[in-house]
């Protein structure tokens, strides 16, 4: 009888140990009004986002290496809203000690949240980077921005962050776990290393001088381009052509910053522990907050995508 209790005891803490409990977020389960917030918000980034797509590959005069590398930003802003908000909902209605989750999805999740924070970034790096031929060599544009440039630049874009990522979570999956609570709304990198009792510096080298490296490329990268672009437009007298210009790259800029700063507060907070709570709303706001802008200010900013949407709408009238 008592190897047989041994033995079932030793199952169920090995079950226990792959099903790990969420902290989330301190709101009473009979709260609606975020819930309801949080979906309004959530249905608004799946439709503008994916309306925004759709509508690029239906009309043939928006086949333009811009609209098509925009593409690339509305796809992943839908999928990082899609891989965060629907279980913060389910969340929201479930007290605070039965919220669980299996450590492979807790690592999915991790890895899809990673990976479209690090997207957000090469994305628009390759936008800025058309922006730049554009606006500096025009004349060149439709030979060196070709379909097959564009698919290169896209690939690109996912497949360096992709491998990043991939190292980043692999590190803290060979970790053994000695703990079970997951210190935030969802599961993060941060939340699988510190399941662990070993040592974790190389993880927290691995996973700051990659997110610093890849916001300094991107910020660099970013600079210079409009630098450049800026020179050429004081240099030029064509207003007409520097007006639209500068309109172009006033909304880049303006996504870019959103991005950058919601980024930029969560690695800073992290290094604040008793600024937990702060923290915990700043993440789910990176998730959130540049998703349901970028269509926004990028998409109907668009004087072209503005007119389809015009005209669409006039149809159903």
Not at 80 to 99: C, K, M, N, Q, Y
Not at 132 to 155: D, G, K, Q
Not at 193 to 203: A, G, M, P, Q, W
Request: with cysteine.
């Amino acid at each position: 009888m008592s190897r047989g209790s041994s033995v079932c005891r030793m199952e169920n803490n090995t079950f226990n140990m792959d099903v790990l409990q969420l902290e989330g977020l301190k709101v009473s389960p009979k709260s609606s009004i975020p819930a309801f917030i949080l979906l309004l918000i959530y249905i608004f980034i799946m439709v503008s986002n994916i309306g925004l797509v759709v509508l690029i590959f239906m009309e043939q005069s928006l086949h333009q290496p811009m609209y098509l590398l925009f593409c690339n930003m509305s796809i992943n802003d839908a999928f990082g809203a899609t891989v965060i908000v629907p279980h913060l909902l389910s969340d929201i209605f479930v007290p605070g000690t039965e919220r669980y989750i299996h450590y492979i999805d807790c690592v999915v999740q991790a890895f899809c949240a990673h990976f479209h924070g690090g997207t957000s970034h090469t994305v628009l790096m390759i936008m800025a980077f058309d922006r730049y031929v554009a606006i500096c060599n025009p004349l060149r544009y439709t030979i060196i921005m070709t379909n097959r440039m564009v698919v290169a630049l896209s690939v690109s874009a996912w497949a360096v962050v992709f491998f990043l990522i991939l190292i980043l979570v692999s590190l803290s999956v060979r970790l053994s776990r000695c703990r079970q609570v997951v210190l935030n709304p969802f599961c993060d990198n941060a939340s699988l290393f510190k399941l662990s009792c070993e040592n974790i510096i190389v993880n927290h080298i691995y996973g700051l001088s990659t997110a610093m490296v890849m916001m300094f490329v991107s910020m660099c990268s970013v600079t210079l381009t409009y630098l450049r672009i800026a020179m050429v437009c004081l240099s030029s007298k064509n207003k007409v052509l520097n007006s639209k210009a500068l309109q172009t790259c006033a909304t880049h800029l303006a996504v870019y910053i959103i991005m950058f700063v919601s980024g930029a507060i969560i690695i800073i907070l992290h290094r604040f522990p008793h600024l937990s709570d702060h923290r915990k709303l700043a993440s789910i706001m990176f998730h959130v907050v540049p998703p349901s802008m970028n269509a926004v200010i990028y998409g109907l900013q668009i004087k072209a995508v503005r007119q389809k949407l015009m005209i669409i709408f006039n149809r159903k009238k």
